[in-house]
């Protein structure tokens, strides 16, 4: 069983920065893909990033290339999303989640095991 609790969400305004971490506990943290997803309402939950167990591989959704930017610290066990010039089109609620094995990245939820509780982040023109 793998747990993870996001945190750093909240209120910023547009063209400000945020930093989101997400702690893990449980199984092999540095065996397992790690990524952030996001849902904002009436939308469906999309890939906003995800990183390879080693680190050696990231993805990013088109929106948010050049923005935001995902890493992860095996020796705490977290994996943090740091977003710069955030804009209304970011405010959603973002999850941490995690697959095993930790070579592959895919997009679609259904392909990750666990998940956070999600951390709300709006953005305010």
């Known amino acids: 069983q793998v747990q993870l609790v996001e945190s750093g969400g909240g209120l910023v305004q547009s063209g400000g920065s945020l930093r989101l971490s997400c702690a893990a506990s449980?199984?092999?943290?540095?065996?397992?893909?790690m990524a952030w997803f996001r849902q904002a309402p009436g939308k469906e939950r999309e890939l906003v990033a995800a990183?390879?167990?080693?680190?050696?591989?990231?993805v990013y959704a088109d929106s948010v290339k050049g923005r935001f930017s995902i890493s992860r610290d095996h020796h705490a066990s977290t994996v943090d999303l740091q977003m710069s010039s955030l804009n209304p089109d970011d405010t959603a609620v973002y999850y941490c989640?995690?697959?095993?094995?930790?070579?592959?990245?895919?997009?679609?939820?259904?392909?990750?095991?666990?998940w956070g509780q999600g951390t709300q982040v709006t953005v305010s023109s």
């Open positions: 449980g199984r092999i943290f540095s065996s397992y893909t």
């Open positions: 989640a995690t697959r095993f094995p930790g070579h592959e990245l895919p997009s679609t939820p259904h392909e990750y095991t666990y």
């Open positions: 990183i390879s167990w080693n680190g050696g591989r990231t």
